[in-house]
């Protein structure tokens, strides 16, 4: 496996070259001061060495070795507490986090780059700050100053860690049906009792202290969704002066055996009567777990996309050095028994679908992390409301998307070494396995395919899909004829895609099962289009360069690659939105 | 006690080097750069001597173009207190860097200056020495280990037969080897307030030394592929090769 090298030129490319975000930064007046281009640039430069070094070597063994339990304790694997700890003391884990409590302000364009890295270092290994990001994110805007000042400081620097306490045995995407009991306390405290399952980060080594985030019922709930609650339940309390006190009522009760990520901890958690503290009103749990999920999803979007990148790393360097067959054609390496196998049309046919998915997802979670950092520092109202609802609509895409986008690419790249994919030291079948799961945890990507289809698009009326619809217009409608080979077939998938979704805001309206059955197929059509945008900006911002430099003629060919060969899946993918839920539904039960 | 660094901005380690196809030099465009990894130690060390109370401030230097201000913002990061930037356009050799540091030297009275022992890109590892000479100064090249305290320097370096330990008085200069310490990873917080902190840029001209080149480079090559090994058939053959061929024994 060759050594995760951070892709610094196309981070800095998609942010300075193809939307300007440095220009972006000084309109915005709560950023101007933080962060500038070469800021930014440090910042990159500085990741990229820390997960390069320090954590991406600890990836093989580390999936090896696993995580083990031991009688309530979860260890982690070899040198994860020493990297966590570089990690945590280089103020990385609160990149993002709010500064008037120790966080370091930075904006989410930034942030996903340097999730990026560490997801592609390694993905058991970025969960860990991931879930404490996103445990903050949460208090941060749901809790009162009191808790806020007693927990934020110490996650922002990686002391202590965060959790999501959210799944139980019988309630994975219905989460309306949880058990967890919040019990009142005369003290305004709560006792919560309750079983989680599948929580990373529940228990570990790694830091002194972990503070978890529970959706738990208090007593004469309403039923279903709207009667959950958020609270946060730290595993040793917090004395006045903020040093630790006592251990509290919540244990590991096991970890899980399971196919990738294995050195994340995947703990079965026990609350038996905890103390914890409401966050956020009462029975609003949920809506407090989701405003901050638009963060953590794009998160496993990009996780997605790490596990992509990192694998077309290491196939990239196989495929130049196997050698295998000849070309058709001419002999290259003549000297040789044989031409390396990046000669041959299919393996150039996978590593640039790669490649294509890989940058076009790069480009779109940045894309997405510019519309959250609009959203949340933009002082014009308009502004920020219409960034608020691409993300809205782009989000579930972000998730889903880019972490299918993952699953296809790390085959490719297990393929691309043919046996010794399949073969564990070399590192791509792992990647396989552990992107698997970002698929499936943080919402499936099923449920992302309902969301984006019922709440945001139909949900909008929509509303939230014009603004994008919008955008690209005007760009095509902008852009000169030099661009014409790609904004010719961008015109005509914004048109299939607009015509998909007027076709299925009529039909839902007749039958609720077309939104179910419509889903999956029509979140990847607009991914896929989605990523023909970000190819046609991508490669505006190369033409006229490529004969200077090879970067920008290598975007320009793959640009040219995915519009020929990867695009026109919308046409197949459509047709089987159209082809509707009839034929879902000609089986019963038993015939299966 | 002010402790003066300099810093060379060089080819990334990380880099493949490929020369330019006239055989003129190496070829640096969009390649990327870093700050050279002895100098890096460098700061560290002086960083380390600050926090150990024993330096007032720590200053980085780097002799270049505008460019150079990168090098100088990493040294920053790492925990400089400030940079000076001698800026210039020339092609700069190891006499004419270690005069434009001695001015700087000078004017800003240091007492310590840390050097990385050579620059990863030319390899000439002159200028510590080339700068003390040219300050009067005694040095210590090499160091794998420095203390310091009451106007004393004790530097170990390691040499062929063991490790050698000097003492000089300061003002002194030191060059730095590997082992010497491990540099940090800049912290974020640091990241953010090197941008914050005093950069100040000198024009070379100002100095009043002469820097104009002195040495003319004719030709960069390849080094020679190494040739794949052969299969002795028995240790005569071996020894043969040894004296005859390789002509090391
Ligand atoms: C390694 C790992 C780490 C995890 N980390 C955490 C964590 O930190 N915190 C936490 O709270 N949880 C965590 N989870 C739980 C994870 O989020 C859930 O597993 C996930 O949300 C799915 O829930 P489920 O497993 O109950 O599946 P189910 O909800 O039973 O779903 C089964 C299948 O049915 C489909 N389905 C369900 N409902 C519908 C519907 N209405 N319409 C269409 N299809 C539907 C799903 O898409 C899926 O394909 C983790 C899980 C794993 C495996």
Same mark, same amino acid.
């Given at each position: ?249 919540? &244990? ?26 409401? =966050? ?53 390496? $003549? ?30 979670? &940045? ?23 691409? =993300? ?64 945001? =698009? ?86 006229? $360069? ?47 | ?241 040894? $004296? ?6």
């Amino acid at each position: 496996m060759v050594d995760y090298q951070a892709p610094l030129r196309d981070m800095r490319f998609v942010l300075n070259e193809v939307f300007s975000v440095p220009r972006l930064w000084q309109t915005l007046q709560l950023l101007s001061d933080t962060v500038d281009e070469q800021t930014a640039e440090a910042i990159l430069e500085e990741a990229a060495k820390i997960t390069g070094n320090c954590i991406a070597p600890l990836n093989r063994m580390s999936d090896e070795e696993g995580c083990r339990w031991n009688d309530g304790m979860v260890l982690t694997p070899v040198g994860f507490r020493k990297a966590y700890q570089t990690y945590a003391e280089g103020g990385w884990v609160g990149v993002g986090g709010d500064p008037a409590y120790g966080g370091l302000g930075m904006p989410k364009a930034i942030s996903a780059q340097v999730e990026e890295m560490m997801h592609a270092s390694s993905l058991s290994f970025g969960l860990y700050p991931m879930l404490t990001a996103g445990a903050c994110l949460a208090i941060n805007t749901h809790a009162s100053e009191e808790l806020k000042q007693k927990y934020l400081p110490n996650m922002y620097a990686g002391t202590w860690a965060g959790s999501m306490c959210l799944t139980e045995a019988h309630a994975g995407s219905d989460l309306g049906t949880i058990r967890s009991r919040a019990e009142p306390q005369v003290d305004g405290s709560y006792e919560i009792s309750g079983t989680k399952i599948f929580i990373t980060g529940g228990e570990h080594d790694l830091t002194e202290n972990i503070i978890h985030l529970v959706l738990a019922k208090l007593p004469n709930a309403p039923a279903g969704s709207k009667g959950i609650s958020l609270f946060l339940v730290p595993k040793f309390l917090v004395n006045a002066d903020g040093s630790l006190g006592e251990r509290n009522t919540v &244990s590991c009760g096991s970890i899980e055996d399971k196919m990738g990520i294995k050195a994340s901890a995947t703990c079965v958690m026990h609350f038996d009567g905890a103390t914890g503290w409401l =966050v956020g009103e009462a029975n609003k749990g949920l809506a407090a777990m989701f405003t901050m999920m638009n963060y953590e999803r794009l998160g496993v979007g990009i996780q997605g996309l790490a596990a992509g990148e990192r694998s077309y790393q290491n196939a990239v360097a196989y495929a130049r050095e196997r050698l295998q067959g000849r070309a058709p054609g001419n002999l290259v390496a $003549k000297d040789e028994i044989a031409d390396p196998i990046i000669v041959h049309p299919d393996v150039r046919r996978m590593l640039l679908t790669m490649k294509a998915l890989n940058e076009g997802g790069r480009a779109f979670s &940045s894309y997405v992390a510019i519309q959250l950092d609009a959203a949340k520092f933009s002082e014009d109202p308009v502004v920020s409301k219409r960034a608020e609802e691409l =993300v809205a609509i782009l989000t579930p895409v972000a998730k889903a998307f880019l972490t299918d986008m993952g699953l296809e690419t790390t085959i490719h790249g297990q393929q691309v070494l043919g046996g010794h994919g399949f073969i564990r030291e070399w590192g791509q079948e792992q990647l396989v396995r552990d992107v698997r799961i970002t698929q499936i945890y943080e919402g499936t990507n099923g449920i992302q395919a309902l969301d984006l289809v019922a709440r945001k =698009v139909i949900g909008s009326d929509g509303a939230f899909y014009q603004h994008f619809a919008e955008e690209i217009i005007m760009f095509i409608d902008s852009s000169g004829s030099s661009l014409s080979e790609f904004t010719v077939p961008l015109k005509e998938a914004i048109a299939n895609l607009e015509n998909l979704t007027a076709d299925l805001l009529e039909r839902a309206k007749a039958d609720a099962n077309e939104i179910g059955a419509a889903s999956v197929e029509y979140l990847h059509v607009f991914g896929y289009t989605a990523y023909a945008y970000m190819w046609a900006l991508m490669a505006k911002a190369s033409l006229g $360069k490529e004969s200077q430099d090879e970067f920008y003629a290598s975007k320009l060919g793959t640009a040219r690659f995915y519009f020929a060969r990867l695009l026109p899946r919308i046409y197949s993918l459509s047709a089987s939105v159209k082809a509707g839920s009839e034929t879902l539904y000609l089986l019963n039960a038993e015939q299966f | 006690m002010k402790i003066l660094v300099p810093v060379k901005r060089v080819i990334d380690p990380n880099v493949k080097v490929r020369l330019k196809n006239d055989g003129s030099g190496v070829d640096l465009d969009n390649v990327k750069m870093s700050i050279n990894p002895f100098d890096e130690i460098a700061v560290e060390e002086a960083v380390r001597l600050k926090e150990a109370g024993e330096a007032s401030e720590v200053i980085a230097v780097s002799c270049g173009g505008h460019v150079c201000q990168e090098t100088l913002r990493s040294a920053l990061a790492l925990g400089a207190d400030r940079a000076i930037q001698v800026e210039t356009d020339c092609d700069l050799q190891p006499l004419a860097v270690a005069k434009l540091l001695k001015a700087v030297v000078i004017s800003e009275s240091a007492s310590l200056v840390i050097c990385g022992k050579q620059a990863i890109d030319d390899d000439a590892g002159q200028v510590g020495q080339m700068l003390a000479a040219l300050l009067g100064w005694p040095q210590a090249t090499f160091a794998s280990n420095v203390a310091i305290s009451e106007g004393l320097a004790k530097v170990m370096r390691e040499i062929d037969d063991g490790v050698e330990t000097l003492e000089m008085r300061l003002p002194a200069l030191i060059t730095t080897d590997l082992r010497l310490n491990e540099p940090r990873y800049a912290s974020l917080p640091n990241i953010m307030k090197a941008k914050k902190k005093p950069l100040e840029v000198v024009a070379a001209a100002d100095l009043g030394v002469d820097i104009s080149p002195r040495l003319t480079v004719l030709k960069v090559t390849e080094p020679a592929t190494r040739k794949a090994g052969i299969l002795v058939e028995d240790v005569t053959q071996l020894l043969d090769k040894l $004296k005859n061929e390789a002509k090391v024994i």
